[in-house]
């Protein structure tokens, strides 16, 4: 299993921009899929946005249009460039990783609440005016 750190996270104003960076250490990236996900106070785990082995993408209806998942294998990064912040975006986010045979998609890596020993430790996003 891979390790990831988070990165990127701070206080914006709505309608910024915020650009979220996963970097991962043990094992090679492009053999898992990789889920952005966040966590509100007092609210369940959200995925996000989640990236599959092949490039493939899911997305939560509510940042369609707004975020963006990428990754670089070489250099073992993952991204989530977010525009149009809004104060609902505010939460925790972290980047979880899984691979073969336990999730193959990004849509079921994004629907899933990822164990906490496959997760990142996450990076606070505070939007606010």
């Known amino acids: 299993q891979v390790q990831l750190v988070e990165s990127g996270g701070g206080v914006v104003q709505p309608g910024g921009s915020l650009r979220l960076s996963c970097v991962a250490s043990g094992d090679t990236l492009d053999r898992y899929v990789i889920g952005w996900f966040r966590q509100a106070p007092g609210k369940e785990v959200e995925g996000v946005q989640c990236?599959?082995?092949?490039?493939?993408?899911y997305s939560a209806d509510s940042v369609k249009g707004r975020f963006t998942i990428s990754r670089d294998n070489a250099k073992k990064t993952v991204f989530l460039q977010m525009d149009h912040l809004a104060p609902d975006d505010t939460a925790v986010y972290f980047c979880?990783?899984?691979?073969?045979?336990?999730?193959?998609?990004?849509?079921?890596?994004?629907?899933?609440?990822?164990?906490?020993?496959?997760r990142g430790q996450g990076t606070q996003v505070t939007v606010s005016s």
């Open positions: 979880a990783s899984q691979k073969s045979p336990v999730v193959t998609t990004a849509h079921l890596m994004c629907i899933m609440n990822p164990p906490t020993n496959s």
């Open positions: 990236i599959a082995s092949d490039g493939s993408k």
